[in-house]
């Protein structure tokens, strides 16, 4: 199937949906997609509301109302269209609600605040952590000086910076993020390891398994070459515990985060989940992905889906599905989303579970 036809499809199943949803207005409280409702953000001291400022985004209020009235169709075409289209391919990110109305078990465990997360945003700029025989090496000390504390707790930017060269360039005034850690890393932009030659892979912080090397850190006490610890850092949302526990999510969930608000705005995939004592709630982008959605630190980001990798997707079954099953004499996966032709034909074909 085309991409072209992939569309056509969902687009038709999109509208089928709606129409089937305009039918039957008052029958169950599951939709599609869930609908955004403002967060519940409890007493977070320092914390701006959600309603403040940067975080104003009419399109992200839900229209007024109590959580015990019907949720209002406000999904358009060209969301379901979306949704739908990345189903079919496998993508999907198993909305909370079936179209059916039905939650899906794995799911009955998240609070309904869950369905619309705000949280702030931090940009990390280019930064160093040092092992300590590193640190001395090139700064002839014992420990990195504190110069201001990071929203993580116990992290700080040091006033001391080191200057990387590489074999194609180099850049000065790169800033030590402390304590000392077991093992030195070296977190860049993309558009940094431009300038230095390098293409280190993109990592989770901590994981230096396969990550580059190549470059060299000097310091006024002296210089350390790099064998390997350069990473292009993931881009990840640390947790506090309580968060974790009031949205429902865990480390190691995979999230897509809407920053922005301009025209620049953009979805962010596959935002990695880091939860722990050790966290407080922060969105960390790099430089890069600052600049392309327009945001800055303390601008608020909306978590839109999220995914548990180690969990079983949902199929979408279309009606071609059905005939191949009834065909080859199988069964209708468990769990299956059907289209409404599928459905239809499902259940004429007798296949549909009593
Ligand atoms: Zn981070």
Redesign the pocket.
């Known amino acids: 199937m085309t991409e072209e036809e992939l569309d056509r499809l969902a687009t038709i199943i999109a509208d089928a949906l709606l129409r089937e949803r305009k039918r039957s207005p008052g029958e169950a409280a599951g939709t599609w997609l869930p609908v955004p409702v403002r967060p519940d953000l409890g007493s977070r001291e320092g914390a701006l509301p959600v309603w403040a400022g940067s975080a104003q985004s009419l399109d992200d209020v839900a229209p007024g109302r109590s959580s015990k009235s019907e949720p209002q169709a406000r999904v358009s075409t060209a969301e379901l269209t979306r949704a739908t289209r990345a189903a079919a391919a496998g993508q999907d990110s198993r909305p909370p609600h079936s179209a059916a109305g039905r939650s899906p078990r794995a799911w009955r465990d998240r609070p309904k605040a869950a369905a619309s997360i705000e949280v702030s945003i931090g940009v990390?700029n280019r930064h160093v952590h040092l092992s300590p025989t590193h640190f001395r090496t090139l700064f002839g000390s014992a420990a990195p000086t504190e110069e201001r504390a990071l929203v993580?707790p116990g992290q700080f930017a040091a006033k001391e910076i080191v200057t990387v060269t590489g074999t194609k360039g180099r850049i000065e005034g790169v800033r030590i993020v402390g304590p000392a850690r077991g093992e030195t890393q070296l977190e860049l932009a993309f558009s940094d390891a431009r300038i230095l030659g390098i293409t280190p892979p993109v990592k989770a912080?901590g994981s230096l398994g396969d990550s580059a090397g190549g470059v060299t850190l000097v310091g006024p006490a002296g210089q350390v070459m790099l064998e390997r610890g350069v990473i292009i850092?993931a881009r990840?949302l640390?947790l506090s515990p309580e968060d974790a526990k009031r949205w429902g999510l865990h480390n190691g969930d995979q999230l897509d985060i809407r920053c922005g608000t301009g025209s620049r705005a953009a979805t962010l995939h596959g935002v990695l989940v880091?939860s722990g004592k050790e966290h407080a709630t922060?969105l960390?982008l790099d430089a890069d992905e600052s600049l392309a959605t327009g945001v800055r630190t303390g601008d608020r980001a909306t978590v839109l889906a999220w995914r548990r990798p180690a969990e079983q997707r949902r199929p979408l079954v279309t009606e071609r599905d059905v005939l191949a099953i009834a065909r080859s004499g199988q069964q209708i996966p468990p769990g299956a989303i059907l289209t409404p032709s599928a459905r239809d034909r499902a259940r004429a074909m007798n296949l549909l579970p009593k």
């Open positions: 990390s993580q912080s850092a990840h640390h880091r922060e960390h």
